[in-house]
């Protein structure tokens, strides 16, 4: 079974703190997603990446980054956390051209 | 734009009764249509994936449904469980180019015993 894993299920920064979410996925997947997700609002994409140090912005770039340095781990960074940026955010891969994406469980991030 | 629109935002059903989520999307043109479960604090798992010709697919108690044509799908529940309750999400996803999909916003089932 394909794995993606998220370094973190709960965290709690403050506000102006540089913040890392790491994922890690351990079927060699080329494709690897940050999406964020909140009630009434469904999931949205962060960033995705189709290859190593390869980035593309998503719907809703502004405020974070990524880092793809090897192919099996793809970093979200937090430049500058702001308290709306308090959300549950879910990573995920797949294969290129494979129909299905896998997901993380989650980090459940709160900026206070 | 491409969209995808779901219906009812959330459920709530008794335990051993049947329901059925909507999906309606825009997304043109058409490549898959993909039903994820998303359990509380946990990530979209997928229950079934749709492509242009196939109209209906099981998985167990669950049957997705695709009318290509009204551009329509439909997750139909047999014999709730109270395991069943969950984020039921539909995703899209156009031919050749992006392999971004689009995602709908999730119906929230909840059974009760």
């Known amino acids: 079974d394909v794995k993606v894993t998220q370094s973190s299920r709960y965290l709690v920064k403050r506000t102006g703190e540089k913040v890392f979410l790491e994922c890690v996925q351990d079927m060699d997947h080329e494709n690897m997603f940050w999406y964020r997700q909140d009630p009434g609002l469904g999931l949205r994409l962060i960033y995705f990446?189709?290859?190593?140090?390869?980035?593309e912005k998503g719907d809703i770039p502004e405020g974070y980054s990524v880092s793809r340095e090897k192919k099996e781990r793809f970093s979200l960074i937090l430049e500058s956390a702001s308290t709306n940026q308090t959300s549950m955010y879910l990573c995920?891969?797949?294969?290129?051209?494979?129909?299905?994406?896998?997901f993380g469980d989650g980090t459940r991030l709160s900026i206070l | 734009k491409n969209q995808v629109e779901q219906s009812p935002q959330s459920l709530i059903i008794l335990e051993g009764k049947n329901c059925t989520l909507q999906?309606?999307?825009?997304?043109?043109?058409?490549?898959?249509l993909r039903w994820y479960k998303q359990d509380t604090g946990r990530g979209p798992v997928s229950l079934t994936i749709m492509t242009f010709s196939e109209n209906t697919k099981s998985n167990g108690r669950y049957t997705a449904t695709l009318d290509a044509d009204t551009k329509q799908s439909s997750l139909h529940i047999t014999a709730s469980q109270l395991s069943d309750s969950a984020s039921y999400i539909c995703?899209?996803?156009?031919?050749?180019?992006?392999?971004?999909?689009?995602f709908g916003r999730g119906t929230s089932l909840i059974v009760h015993p």
């Open positions: 999906c309606n999307y825009t997304v043109s043109p058409f490549s898959n």
């Open positions: 995703v899209v996803s156009a031919q050749g180019g992006s392999y971004i999909p689009t």
């Open positions: 995920a891969s797949s294969l290129i051209g494979d129909q299905v994406i896998h």
């Open positions: 990446s189709y290859d190593v140090k390869m980035k």
